[in-house]
């Protein structure tokens, strides 16, 4: 079994930074690509941001020049560099990551909630 589990979000005003982390534990063997995707009220899930396991990375759009993605091989860990933050980047923001446990799993943590306020 794999657990991913982020922490960083909370409440920002307009133009602040967070930094979102998520953490993978549990039997694995290796991570392929790893992401962060959000949800805002009443809309469909949307990638924002994914990272292979080189370092290769895409971003949603939306989020370029303000959004970095990075991560930690050793710590099994995914990070999420939030600048410039806008209202409309309120949601919730859940990782994912595609493992080799020994089988292939697609898994996604729990999620955390961004607020920015205006």
């Known amino acids: 079994q794999v657990t991913l589990v982020e922490s960083g979000g909370g409440l920002v005003q307009t133009g602040g930074s967070l930094r979102l982390s998520c953490a993978a534990s549990g039997s694995i063997v290796s991570i392929f690509d790893m992401g962060w995707y959000r949800q805002a009220p009443g809309k469909q899930r949307e990638l924002v941001a994914r990272?292979?396991?080189?370092?290769?990375?895409n971003y949603a759009d939306s989020v370029k020049g303000r959004f970095t993605v990075s991560r930690d091989n050793a710590k099994n860990t995914v990070y999420l560099q939030m600048n410039s933050l806008k209202p409309e980047d309120t949601a919730v923001y859940y990782c994912?990551?595609?493992?080799?446990?020994?089988?292939?799993?697609?898994?996604w943590g729990q999620g955390t909630l961004v607020t920015v306020s205006s």
């Open positions: 990272i292979s396991s080189r370092g290769t990375t």
């Open positions: 994912n990551a595609n493992v080799w446990a020994p089988t292939y799993l697609g898994v």
